[in-house]
């Protein structure tokens, strides 16, 4: 069963919580977050989502309180899936049941090296105007992955180096849009993979993300079609956005945030071309 419709991975929050510290972003947030809220917030984005586009859902698994942030759980392109390899431990256990699920849907699983760390299309992105694949790296997944995902997929890779813990995944601070365009923090990156993105995108393509909107996650969203679905953007982030042709839906996910996740975390892609 290979989607034949753009189709969204997602899974519901039931075990979500913050049970341990691997990111910035859980400092201090262990037992403070309000599970009951984070479930309503988490149905409320699925319910706008499947209006949008089909998706399929995983099950929820104990102990597991990340799992439910799928974006992390591999990449794809055509019918060749990447099972994720992540850094920590924590997460590593959700490794076996991505692979059932990727498997159980008739992907064909790549080898990857165990050596080597990748954390799906949370430091992969496909650009939406051409063929190159966006990787980050610097935190979780590391600079080869770029060039192995070159050559699995025989696409050009441009390899961002992430530097500030605080966006310590490549989708946190960097978003793909239709049409060639890309919301980017540039506080996220150091300065050669600014120069990169500025010369991979025409200055009429980029939609600069200022501090406050970066720090609610504006970057970790969903596009579709001409659908932009985030955490939160401010006035001026809806401007430019309005400006390039996009509606901006805005749902709550504080409760993610806590994690160090929002929109885009909570997806993955199940057909990119």
Known sequence: MIFTRQTLMMCAADYFDVTYVINHWMRGQVGNVDVQLAQKQWRDYHAIVSKLVDVQLVDPQPNQPDYVFTANAGFVIG??????????????????????????????????????????????????????????????????????????????????????????????????????YAMYYPGAFDAEALEKIEANLPADKRIVVGDEDAAQFACNTVNIGNTVIMNHAGDALRAKLAVAGFEVITTPLTEFLKAGGAAKCLTLKLLEV
């Open 79 to 180: 019918n060749r899936m990447v099972n994720s390899h992540f850094r920590t431990a924590e997460r590593q256990r959700e490794e076996p049941f991505n692979q059932a699920s990727f498997m159980s849907w008739g992907y064909e699983l790549v080898h990857w090296p165990q050596e080597v760390c990748f954390e799906g299309a949370g430091d992969a992105l496909l650009d939406r105007g051409n063929k190159n694949l966006w990787c980050g790296y610097g935190f979780r997944s590391d600079m080869s992955a770029s060039r192995i995902l070159g050559q699995i997929y025989d696409r050009p890779t441009i390899a961002l180096h992430l530097i500030n813990p605080r966006f310590y995944h490549l989708d946190t601070c960097f978003c793909p849009l239709e049409g060639g």
